[in-house]
């Protein structure tokens, strides 16, 4: 059950009431997405315009929301998407989201620029971490934060592709993050941002890699035995070759702060499905805020979602406990959805669930 001393009832309200608390970069950063936020928009009106198929007179007194991914059991298919800087909001910082993730049986892929070290958010959710990868410019850098979250106990590396250069957005042009002077980023490099005039964002710009390309996933691929995934996939070409590198794949536009007008994960999501054909797990984030989302991206063929801006939500309003909420509203709202489309377990979500018209 959700927190009972949250009084949230959904996730647009946690929203709203953090856009209250959150301090004018911070919301800009978190909220904003790239020029004319086309994608952004697109992201949440995507599974409005998509019509469910429900089935009647099915037994639905018991319904389970488990699943697995990549081997570890879920208690629902929702887990926490990487995120740059929980500190701006919260002192616990990903510690806390990864507590809540644990503690609902979720999975959190930690951002590779994060506030807190991979170790101590790996203690808090055991077994139950993924690690984001940026690759920087300087492979060492990249090469020693895996083997770190390899020691740490990260049950798998998400690569994220699609932001080989940061895109415009315009809103923390406006408004600038920074984080407080004097905090060192640990998986940042040995310069603590801020300095030589640049703003938190351009600085990370100039860390990531522009030359990235598939032959530096097989480079990545050969550095390790954990499981790969690529984050920031749109088409059913690159999530072939993804497949084709041994590796899984994450649908995603990066929560519209990228390309704007890209197509959006859920409108990608039928191609990539095809392409895949089962030969890996498929993801995808953008936009999800209500059980109904969780559905209809499973019922066409991903495996599990992801959120960011929510959890980071909750996490504003109330630390661990407010990102239990927004998972806990999420859980309950996929629990009701299945029953009332007469769906009792995870596997038996398809596409005979999506109305076509
Ligand atoms: C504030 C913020 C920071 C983000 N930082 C990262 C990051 O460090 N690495 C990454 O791969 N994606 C990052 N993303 C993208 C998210 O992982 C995700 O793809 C996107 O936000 C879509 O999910 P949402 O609509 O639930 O926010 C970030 C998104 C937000 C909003
Ligand atoms: C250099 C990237 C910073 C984090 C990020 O991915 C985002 O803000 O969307």
Known sequence: MPTPDLPYLNLREMEAAAAEVLSPAALAYYAGGANDEVTLRANRDGYAAL?????????????????????????????IAPCALHGLVHPEAEVATARAAAQTGSVMALSTMSHRTIEDVAHAAPG???????????????????????AAGARALVLTVDAPVLGRREAIIR????????TVLPNVGPRTPGSEGLDDLSYFDTLLDPALSWADLAWLRAQTTLPIIVKGLLTAEDAALAVEHGCHVWVSNHGGRQLDTAVTALDALPEIAHAVAGRAEIYLDGGVTRGTDVLKALALGAAAVFVARPALYGLALAGEGGVRHTLDLLRDELRLAMALCGKTRIADLGPDLIWRG
């Open 128 to 150: 139950r971490l993924w690690f984001q990868l940026y690759l920087y410019r300087d492979r060492s850098v990249s090469r020693a934060l895996i083997r770190r979250a390899e």
């Open 51 to 79: 019509r469910l198929r429900p089935r009647m007179l099915v037994d639905v007194s018991a319904i389970d929301t488990s699943t697995t991914v990549l081997g570890l059991p879920l208690d629902f298919p929702v887990g």
């Open 175 to 182: 408004t600038p993050v920074r984080v407080a002077p004097g």
